[in-house]
Nanobody, 119 residues
Framework: QRQLVESGGGLVQAGGSLRLSCAVS????????MGWYRQAPGKQRELVAF???????NYTDSVKGRFTVSRDNAQNTVYLQMNSLKPEDTAVYHC?????????????WGQGTQVTVSS
């Protein structure tokens, strides 16, 4: 059973929008922190948004003002709203979460969802 499941990716034209979802198998209140990452072909994985347990989400400079993280605690789901998409946003997007297990803190990852932005 996957602990995190992403959805919402797809093909969109430049300037368009997508909303990604990350459904988590546990209460968001039990999570130490979360993040949205992306990896484009031939490139290293990049942190897009870091979501602390408390406080504000931090965004990488290239998405500031265009991407917004939100959360639905009742649904144990975190969203990444992506507006004004650019071809350089094309990547596989993953969500990540860290929580405490019987063996200590562990990082969990979703399977990823493909976002393709055409010019």
């Amino acid at each position: 059973q996957r602990q995190l499941v992403e959805s919402g990716g797809g093909l969109v034209q430049a300037g368009g929008s997508l909303r990604l979802s990350c459904a988590v198998s546990r209460s968001l209140f039990s999570i130490k922190h979360m993040g949205w990452y992306r990896q484009a072909p031939g490139k290293q994985r990049e942190l897009v948004a870091f979501i602390p347990k408390t406080g504000s989400t931090n965004y990488t400079d290239s998405v500031k003002g265009r991407f917004t993280v939100s959360r639905d605690n009742a649904q144990n789901t975190v969203y990444l709203q992506m507006n004004s998409l650019k071809p350089e946003d094309t990547a596989v997007y993953h969500c990540n979460a860290r929580w405490t297990t019987a063996w200590g803190d562990r990082d969990f990852w979703g399977q990823g969802t493909q976002v393709t932005v055409s010019s």
